[in-house]
């Protein structure tokens, strides 16, 4: 059974300064409490292949593997899930100017987990940790470009 959020919030800094946050993932365990190591397998073009170590309070370490798909003019990003504890998983970013000081963020996450447990689980806790989420990538715009 798919879990799927879709979230919309408007953010005080230009698009393409953000949509640049985003796609940083090296940077990630930086900012994003769950995560504590990027391994970037490849980047060429407009594509990124790369694995997410998460580790979550009371469970074992676990490895997302991702196909990250980025487009600077549309100021897009999607993921899509390669292998890890998830059946699946998809991300999509899109970044659209209000103005250059103003961004409307659009983001939408599918995901679904292999174990029933886990699934039911992440969708118990997921508003949580979406929130966290959106306020790590907030607060790190906040600290870098203001």
Not at 69 to 75: D, S, W
Not at 80 to 93: A, F, H, M, S
Not at 122 to 141: G, H, Q
Request: proline share 3%.
């Amino acid at each position: 059974m798919y879990k799927q959020s879709t979230r919309e919030e408007i953010i005080e800094h230009n698009a393409k300064k953000l949509f640049n946050i985003v796609l940083d993932i090296e940077k990630y365990p930086e900012f994003i409490p769950w995560c504590n190591y990027m391994k970037i397998h490849s980047r060429q073009n407009n594509e990124i292949f790369a694995d997410m170590y998460v580790f979550f309070k009371l469970l074992l370490p676990q490895k997302f593997g991702s196909h990250v798909i980025y487009n600077k003019k549309e100021l897009n990003i999607k993921t899509v899930y390669i292998n890890g504890p998830l059946k699946d998983l998809k991300t999509n970013w899109n970044f659209e100017p209000i103005n250059s000081r103003k961004t409307l963020v659009n983001f939408n996450i599918n995901f679904e987990f292999k174990k029933f447990l886990h699934q039911k689980l992440a969708e118990t806790f997921y508003s949580l940790l979406e929130d966290k989420m959106i306020d790590s990538f907030k607060n790190r715009a906040n600290d870098i470009l203001n």
